[in-house]
């Protein structure tokens, strides 16, 4: 696996990005089938938590990464609200 530095927002660009779902139960026709999603935030929230996925399958097996993810600790701005930022 490589390890290599990534940005917030990448990561945030990443979160955004249709992805497709196999076996997707549909309500409506009662059957499993393929549906793509897509999420998006439209009004920032006061409290923002993100959890970052750490791990990538390599191998047909998952994996945990190394990857540094490059955020600034304070006055993160997005849309109209100011984020102090922690990591754990």
């Known amino acids: 696996l490589q390890d290599y530095p990534v940005a917030l927002e990448e990561c945030l660009d990443l979160f955004g990005q249709e992805e497709q779902v ?9 059957t499993h089938r ?3 999603k897509k999420l998006s935030l439209f009004k920032m929230p006061p409290l923002l938590c993100i959890h970052l996925k750490r791990f990538q399958e390599h191998r047909g097996r998952w994996e945990k ?3 540094l993810v490059n955020f600034p ?4 701005q997005m849309q109209d609200v100011k984020y102090g930022l922690y990591g754990i």
Request: net charge neutral; aromatic share 10%.
């Open 73 to 76: 600790i304070h006055d993160l």
């Open 22 to 30: 196999e076996e997707w139960y549909c309500s409506k026709c009662k």
């Open 65 to 67: 990464t190394n990857k």
């Open 34 to 36: 393929i549906a793509n």
